[in-house]
């Protein structure tokens, strides 16, 4: 018993010694802080004086759990925007330093998951744990790690691979007014992506949450959310939220890209977000400018979608491309904010209230869509069979418009315009239906050969879906061979031209106006 008991004692004097020998050798650390108060709420905003040393976009915490980011700097006191529910804070409250800027969780951990600017879930699928995180604010990629648009984006809408085809590293401003269709583009092309080895962040900025959850319920019917994030904020969340939202959708887009791999980002739409970024800045009493718009406006959208690129081999080789959605009014394509982001992209797509209106959808108008990029975001199979299309349609939109004033028209011109009828309902498609790349090629090939020529109007539709189903037997070697840089093969092009014309044989009228046998 009495050497257990010494050596239990000997354990506790060792003890204490190393604790009392920790305690001497303690010297306390005295860490200034800075702290500052409230002294005015504003909706979205509050006044803070008293942080001599907070710096342009210094993330600031409340005593909520709220965070807000300084605006305005100025000498006796900071504008701060508030990201979240600002009427929970009042004059005198205290505010801190966080030393650091607005930032947001990265990774792969968000695929599949709906979120918020913060990067809090808004699904029901519990907590997300992200090992990297990157400020929302970053500069753009240097000129000399960038590398040319070679690869498109495949978006499985023949309007748009066929006449504005947009490449991996473009930019591509997707306009028109309210209920064209603007949306269900970008959603179709994030669908189209499925198994293209292609990322997806789709930004929803101050959209109705009705809107939103019928967009995520369409992306989970195509299996398109494995692959996709979601970043939020609906009309009623705080304007500061909907500012930073696409700022933080682009950076969790760069994390994939400086991975190496394709992202493809949707900004829907950069009408609400300037609207924000107004609201703000008119609360911070900066000087308004044209239509009360900041004098900055250009330079928010500017910086945000410089750095979707292409970037070399030696960065990587990843991509993002980005399609931001801007809301005209009354068609009115020279407004503000139309032209400055028409001036930042590489091209834009818009859509016309009149063609949706005679139901052709979609509704692009081709004559005032361009892709800056052009024909260098195709594959070389592609180019050959689309090349002159664009050129067609417009002589015969021309001639058409011509015709309706009554005047006589000689067979030629005839011809023009009843195959440019046909080009039209070849470019019709339904929403959330994808146009395969063999299959659109089929479509092309016959519409060059003029197969479709013969096919009643009525009947095109079902003609279309005949040459769609037939390319489905094109070969698994052709199809690779389509999907590269080599150029088309002239016995690549007569198979295919005869799969769409044996296809397209039972829908061809005879003089009777009966169908061939």
């Known amino acids: 018993m009495s050497a257990g008991r010494s050596r239990l004692e000997n354990i506790f004097e060792r003890t204490f010694a190393g604790m009392k020998e920790a305690r001497e050798a303690h010297r306390p650390l005295l860490k200034p802080q800075e702290v500052g108060a409230i002294a005015n709420v504003s909706t979205g905003i509050v006044t803070v004086s008293g942080l001599p040393g907070a710096g342009a976009e210094e993330l600031l915490a409340f005593p909520n759990g709220e965070f807000g980011i300084a605006f305005n700097v100025d000498e006796d006191e900071i504008g701060v925007v508030v990201l979240g529910d600002y009427e929970l804070l009042r004059a005198g409250d205290e505010v801190r330093r966080t030393g650091r800027v607005m930032d947001i969780g990265v990774g792969d951990e968000l695929l599949g998951r709906i979120i918020d600017p913060l990067g809090r879930p808004l699904d ?9 995180r990157l400020p929302v604010e970053r500069p753009a990629p240097a000129i000399m790690d960038r590398a040319a648009v070679t690869v498109p984006v495949q978006s499985g809408i023949i309007a748009v691979d066929a006449l504005i085809p947009v490449g991996r590293g473009q930019r591509e401003l997707i306009l028109g007014d309210r209920q064209t269709g603007k949306t269900a583009i970008a959603i ?4 189209n992506q499925k198994g293209q080895d292609v990322l997806c962040v789709y930004c929803a900025i101050g959209q109705r949450a009705s809107a939103v959850a019928r967009t995520v319920a369409n992306l989970r019917e195509k299996g398109a959310m494995d692959y996709t994030v979601v970043v939020v904020t609906e009309g009623n969340d705080a304007p ?7 700022y933080a959708a682009t950076s969790i887009a760069e994390y994939f890209m400086e991975s190496g791999r394709d992202v493809l980002i949707v900004y829907d739409d950069l009408t609400h977000h300037a609207r924000a970024y107004r609201e703000l800045s008119l609360l911070l009493r900066r000087p308004p400018g044209r239509e009360a718009f900041p004098g900055d406006i250009f330079y928010i959208h500017s910086r945000m979608l410089e750095r979707a690129t292409h970037l070399n081999a030696e960065r990587g080789g990843g991509s993002m491309t980005a399609l931001p959605i801007v809301e005209t009014e009354a068609q009115n394509i020279s407004a503000y904010i139309p032209t400055n982001l ?6 834009q797509i818009y859509l016309s209230p009149s063609l949706f209106e005679l139901g052709v959808l979609p509704a692009i108008d081709v004559g005032k869509s361009v892709s800056r ?13 689309a090349g002159d299309l664009k050129l067609a349609y417009a002589q015969f939109e021309e001639l ?4 309706r004033f009554g005047a006589r028209l000689d067979e030629a011109n005839r011809k023009v315009i009843e195959h440019g009828r046909r080009i039209r309902a070849c470019l019709k498609q339904q929403e959330l239906s994808p146009i395969s790349l063999p299959a659109q090629i089929a479509v092309l090939l016959g519409l060059a050969a003029g197969f479709f020529d013969e096919v009643p109007l009525s009947e095109m539709p079902a003609a279309i879906e005949a040459v769609k189903l037939a390319a489905s037997n094109i070969s698994s070697d052709i199809q690779e061979r389509l ?9 690549d092009r007569d198979v295919i031209t005869e799969i769409a014309r044996l296809a397209l044989a039972d829908f061809h009228e005879t003089v009777s106006g009966e169908r061939s046998p």
């Open 342 to 347: 028409i001036s930042i992209t590489d091209g």
């Open 400 to 403: 058409e418009t011509f015709a």
């Open 240 to 246: 500061g939220l909907t500012y930073i939202a696409p």
């Open 188 to 191: 179709d092309t994030i669908v």
């Open 483 to 491: 999907a590269s840089a080599d150029k088309l093969l002239e016995k």
């Open 124 to 132: 029901d699928k519990g907590k997300i744990d992200t090992i990297h």
């Open 373 to 385: 990029v052009g024909g260098k975001a195709q594959w070389a199979a592609y180019r050959a069979v």
